[in-house]
């Protein structure tokens, strides 16, 4: 049997020379979220507050509720906005996923300059962050 070497291991444990770190954190991070709270937020919550009245220039802005909202979702500009964006997905998605198949099936066959078209496809996509990290 081989000689052990033996250490001596205190009973008490080490204080953390960063304390409660997390908490650091948080404190170091609330003005970033205070400023985000004010330039973010509040701006948005006062949009959807002004969204239940009818604004125009003259000042006055009568509450009507909902009639904003109605007024939109049954509208003849929204359903339409509704029917060109549908028609607008399906196509791009449709002509992505052929085009994105088709240039995978040609990359993956064995044809003559694969490598070279493999590289070309690939690198492009590689330089823009190579520079952000230069």
Do not use: C, H
């Amino acid at each position: 049997m081989a000689p052990v070497a033996q250490t001596r291991v205190s009973g008490r444990r080490r204080r953390s020379p960063l304390p409660y770190t997390w908490q650091r954190g948080y404190l170091l991070a609330s003005p970033a979220l205070l400023v985000m709270l004010a330039i973010l937020i509040y701006p948005l919550g006062y949009s959807f507050i002004m969204s239940f009245f009818r604004w125009d220039l003259s000042g006055s802005a009568p509450f009507i509720g909902t009639g904003n909202y109605t007024d939109e979702l049954f509208g003849r500009q929204f359903n339409q906005a509704l029917r060109n964006q549908a028609i607008f997905s399906v196509v791009s998605i449709t002509i992505e996923v052929v085009a994105g198949m088709a240039i995978a099936v040609l990359v993956n066959g064995k044809l003559r300059g694969m490598r070279l078209a493999r590289t070309l496809l690939l690198v492009p996509p590689m330089i823009a962050p190579a520079v952000v990290g230069l």
